[in-house]
């Protein structure tokens, strides 16, 4: 089920009126039961493997718990298999089938797998990534495992944040799961706001840019470079009005009974740097690949050269999380570089510009930021390499 649907202006009063109405006790099935019908609303049947993972990952937890020493790093590597495995399977094979492909054939060898007739599981990386994290979490001894099955399946399927995020922790959410909410005025009305602004920047501003993108970008051949830029200053706007405004439609609709989600967004334009933006742009995914693969990797408490891998590394997987395409992986390795080349760089600018505190500066550094930026989001709207070259070829 769609956010900007008619099915959903029926779901979320009578699960939020009911959610009120029922004993606190008796609520949490309600919420789950809605979860699995928000969700079934796509394909049925693809609950499944939801349930897999669930399933999965709540025995890794207490396996986890109970065991000692190698056996605890054991049961998370099997968590973190079947879980990256159902991700790969679902939403990477045909990519790789079809560049493995590319490469034998090129090679003047025959190859005949054939791609796999399936759809994407909605929300399937957001909700992989939500219940790896409860399992590390249980395997760091932050979190303790989960006993009742039913509240961990509505930790991972709790629907307000299920399709599109914000990336939850145990720590936050599977807290909150267990908690009391009475009706509170404020917070009602401070959630239907929140979710009237969501919807205004969905349906009214990143819609309306979505028309002329979707021209421009299926068909770049057709169109000039002056309508190619304008059509990706506009992708720029669309893409995080679209994010932003389902983000806050999910923390309103949560907020609106008593639920308190993690912010994904803070005014990621405003950025002066690409560090900072990645402070501010998906919140959620960049903290979690910060705490699960970037400080596991070593972070910056390594040697300069394993420091630089790192961060590429890093933003390499987030450019795959990102889509099965390799306009994502190339967008991914181009953030990478620009933090690379920030630190690479930072004594030669600090010299030059490390005494300047004027207003003025800090606009010069955004508007930068912001066009470095903007030359990754061709990269990312692009539907393939070639139409990559075409778009860049017209503005040289």
């Given at each position: 089920m769609l956010f900007n649907s008619f099915a959903f202006l029926i779901f979320f009063p009578i699960v939020t009126i009911g959610y009120y109405l029922l004993p606190y006790k008796q609520r949490w099935w309600w919420l789950l039961a809605a979860s699995c019908w928000f969700y079934m609303a796509?394909?049925?049947?693809?609950?499944?493997?939801?349930?897999f993972t669930i399933a999965v990952d709540y025995v890794a937890g207490i396996l986890i718990d109970r065991s000692e020493g190698r056996k605890r790093k054991w049961w998370l590597v099997a968590s973190i298999v079947a879980n990256v495995g159902v991700l790969a399977f679902f939403k990477y094979f045909n990519f790789l089938n079809q560049s493995i492909a590319a490469v034998v054939r090129g090679a003047g060898l025959p190859y005949d797998v054939p791609?796999?007739?399936i759809l994407l599981p909605i929300g399937l990386s957001f909700h992989t990534f939500q219940s790896l994290s409860y399992t590390i979490e249980v395997y760091r001894k932050h979190q303790p495992p989960e006993r009742k099955l039913g509240m961990f399946a509505l930790y991972v399927m709790f629907y307000p944040q299920l399709v599109a995020g914000p990336i939850e922790r145990p720590g936050n959410l599977l807290k909150q799961l267990g908690m009391r909410f009475d009706p509170d005025y404020d917070k009602i009305a401070h959630g239907l706001r929140q979710m009237a602004w969501g919807f205004f920047k969905k349906l009214v501003i990143a819609d309306r840019c979505a028309a002329i993108v979707d021209m421009v970008y299926a068909n770049p051949s057709q169109h000039d470079g002056w309508s190619a830029l304008v059509a990706t200053y506009l992708f720029a706007l669309q893409i995080y009005c679209d994010f932003s405004g389902y983000t806050d439609i999910a923390i309103g609709a949560a907020r609106c009974m008593g639920f308190e989600l993690m912010v994904n967004f803070r005014t990621p334009f405003m950025s002066g740097s690409i560090s900072e933006f990645w402070s501010r742009w998906h919140i959620s995914l960049s903290s979690w690949f910060r705490d699960y693969l970037y400080i596991p990797l070593g972070g910056n408490k390594v040697p300069v050269p394993r420091w630089y891998f790192n961060l590429f590394i890093v933003f390499l997987i987030s450019g795959l999380w990102?889509?099965?395409n390799w306009t994502y992986v190339l967008w991914g390795a181009l953030h990478g570089v620009y933090l690379i080349a920030a630190i690479v760089f930072k004594p030669m600018w600090t010299k030059l510009f490390g005494s300047v505190k004027a207003r003025w500066y800090r606009w010069v550094n955004v508007i930068v930021t912001f066009h470095l930026v903007f030359v990754g989001w061709?990269?990312?709207?692009?539907e393939s390499i070639g139409h990559?070259?075409?778009?860049?070829?017209?503005?040289l």
């Open positions: 796509f394909v049925p049947v693809y609950i499944l493997i939801l349930g791609d796999l007739g990102h889509g099965a061709v990269l990312f709207r692009a990559v070259k075409l778009i860049f070829s017209k503005w």
